[in-house]
């Protein structure tokens, strides 16, 4: 059996398990799946924190979304306030080191759970947004998409002065605020049919599109090697995937800081931190 396809791997010291990660990606055309732990360096924090299972808020669902006023009311709120965030935030060194590594071929496609859009913004513009981006708004009536940055203009003519600078940044770009402050806020609805606007990414409580989920599945299936980057795989929306690849028998390398769902099936696990990690794979493989 090859030394890839042993589940449950653990790696030795750092640099040996980087080499062996680095002999991984030389068989060219692996999957990157990649989740918050890769954009942490970007500034935007995950909910599970450094050990995988603190969560560090709860998200709303889509069911609170599309069935209270107040709930979009407070969800609008607190996303406006954190938008500048993830508006400018900028891909790390670990987003440009996967999009290196895929234009030299040792990448062939990348699937995040990331909302940030800074996978495309590193240049891995076919990227598969599997939940979404936050860079988009869908009307829930009409089904028109259209800027974020389009709905913030129209939110700012309603809300002037809103914004606190030095809010706390939540994950998925919104920030925390008191109740009271959030109970005057005035949200806007879509300019073609006065619908219902939110933004394009899947809440917890509603699924990724099917398309979206075979087209990752063709693109595991197709892959020399799955390489889970940043991700606890607590969700089964990307656990999924690695256990579709294990049962294919298709080597499985988690690189995450903190335990995941998927260690048991992952052929090489690391603990390290992603940015400085992917960097040095990539000059490795001379995609430096």
């Not at 640099?15 to 732990?37: H, I, K, N, P, W």
């Not at 009409?142 to 940055?149: H, L």
């Not at 939110?198 to 917890?204: A, M």
Request: aromatic share 4%.
């Amino acid at each position: 059996m090859d030394a890839f396809e042993r589940p449950g791997g653990q790696a030795g010291p750092p640099g040996e398990g980087l080499e062996t990660l680095v002999r991984l990606l030389d068989r060219r055309g692996a999957v990157v799946l990649s989740g918050a732990g890769l954009s942490t360096e970007s500034g935007i924090p995950d909910y599970r924190g450094a050990t995988g299972r603190h969560r560090s808020g709860t998200p709303m669902t889509y069911q609170e979304f599309t069935g209270s006023a107040d709930a979009r009311r407070r969800y609008w709120a607190r996303s406006h306030t954190g938008w500048p965030a993830i508006a400018g935030a900028r891909p790390n060194s670990g987003h440009h080191a996967v999009d290196r590594l895929r234009r030299t071929g040792h990448v062939a496609a990348v699937i995040t759970q990331n909302v940030d859009g800074l996978h495309h913004a590193a240049g891995t513009r076919e990227a598969v947004e599997l939940h979404g981006g936050l860079r988009r708004v869908v009307c829930l009536d009409c089904r028109r998409t259209s800027a974020r940055a389009e709905l913030d203009r129209r939110l700012e003519e309603l809300n002037r002065g809103f914004r606190r600078p030095g809010a706390e940044l939540r994950p998925d770009g919104d920030a925390r605020l008191p109740q009271p402050l959030m109970d005057g806020f005035r949200i806007a609805a879509c300019t073609d049919c006065g619908g219902v606007l939110k933004p394009d990414v899947v809440f917890f409580g509603e699924n990724v599109p099917l398309p979206r989920v075979e087209h990752c599945y063709e693109l595991v299936d197709a892959a020399s090697s799955l390489v889970v980057l940043g991700s606890s795989l607590a969700v089964l929306s990307g656990l999924r995937f690695v256990r579709r690849a294990a049962r294919s028998r298709l080597p499985v390398a988690i690189v995450n800081q903190g335990p995941t769902r998927g260690d048991g099936l992952a052929a090489l696990r690391l603990d390290l931190p992603l940015g400085p990690a992917m960097t040095e794979v990539a000059r490795l493989l001379g995609a430096g």
